[in-house]
């Protein structure tokens, strides 16, 4: 499932516990207004079973369709009788995460959609315009200079080239999509994108989302740290963090406390610390941990907006001067024409 709907499940059945509905109830009341056949039959599917005793986790992970973090943490929550507050933190984690990965998605589209467009106008002008051009030019007696014959057949090398690494990057990005769908694991994909995650500043500063947000709902939900940890360790994707939280886990076993165990990872550092140390002390860490994710979720949110905002008038400086060339180059011939006229 998406993580928008994984956010709109969870913050439904918070609401049907807060408005004092049963679980099974609730689900069966879901149902009813299910978008489609599938999604209905998967929610009575739930409702008879926790309709014949089995927990809300139970019913998830027999869809088979709920990631494990989520059927963790409903099992925590029903399990210390937080429910109601595990699947509320839950809607708003999954929400973010939603709102993150569409506008990474859109970093991404819009760029590449920039620079298409930018290639076809480019190609489009050095192989039919120009030649146009050309012929005029040879009809009145003058030519194009030999650089400009140059640049023309370079600039249309390029850019073909640029198209077609275009074209290639879409169809393996959907192949990769299609074949992940459908269960197959492309390795060379994995690999290169674990190197991108390890070394992207923009991965890390998500990492650091992702693990302050899910401690935050541990703490809320009464989990012990160590354990919240554990959990956050599993939705981390970058190995050195991994290792490093790993590291922390089995510090904090031993009885160090959480904040010279995070201090010893050197994830967070400088006035994150202090945030820390300020929390564990005055007992508030959940709410550190909250705040914290809501600052790493500002900083991608920042650097994003950044590189589009550089994008732009980037791609609009190098249209102009290749435009403004190809019209001077043009342009030197006919004033050479008008001025053996004159």
């Excluded at 990005?173 to 290169?192: C, F, N, Q, T």
Aim: net charge negative.
């Amino acid at each position: 499932m998406k993580a928008n709907e994984l956010s709109s499940f969870c913050m439904q059945i918070a609401f049907l516990l807060e408005a004092g509905i049963s679980i099974d109830a609730g689900l069966a009341v879901l149902a009813e207004d299910a978008d489609n056949q599938t999604g209905k039959n998967m929610l009575l599917k739930m409702s008879e079973d926790v309709e014949l005793g089995a927990s809300l986790a139970v019913a998830i992970r027999k869809t088979g369709l709920f990631p494990e973090y989520l059927i963790e943490m409903a099992q925590i929550g029903q399990e210390t009788g937080t429910l109601d507050t595990v699947m509320r933190s839950l809607a708003q984690y999954y929400e973010k995460e939603s709102i993150l990965a569409q506008t990474i998605k859109n970093a991404v589209t819009y760029p590449l959609i920039m620079v298409s467009m930018l290639m076809v106008v480019l190609f489009v002008l050095l192989t039919k315009v120009m030649p146009i051009f050309e012929e005029v030019y040879e009809q009145l007696g003058a030519q194009l200079s030999p650089i400009t014959k140059h640049a023309v057949q370079i600039g249309t090398i390029l850019s073909g080239t640029a198209i077609g690494a275009i074209l290639l990057l879409v169809v393996i990005s959907a192949g990769i999509v299609i074949s992940s769908k459908r269960g197959h694991k492309m390795l060379w994909a994995e690999h290169l994108l674990e190197s991108v995650k390890e070394k992207s500043s923009i991965a890390i500063t998500l990492a650091k989302r992702r693990i302050t947000a899910v401690l935050a709902i541990s703490i809320k939900s009464g989990l012990e740290i160590d354990a919240g940890m554990e959990m956050a360790i599993k939705l981390i994707s970058q190995k050195k963090i991994q290792e490093k939280l790993q590291d922390c886990k089995k510090q904090m076993e031993l009885g160090t406390p959480l904040y010279d165990a995070l201090k010893g990872t050197g994830i967070f550092k400088g006035m994150d610390m202090q945030m820390i140390k300020v929390g564990s002390r005055s007992g508030k860490s959940d709410v550190v941990f909250d705040e914290l994710s809501k600052k790493y979720e500002g900083e991608v949110d920042l650097v994003i907006d950044s590189l589009i905002a550089r994008f732009e008038p980037t791609m609009v400086v190098v249209l102009a001067i290749i435009v403004g060339l190809i019209l001077l180059s043009v342009m030197m011939p006919l004033v050479g024409i008008m001025a053996s006229i004159g």
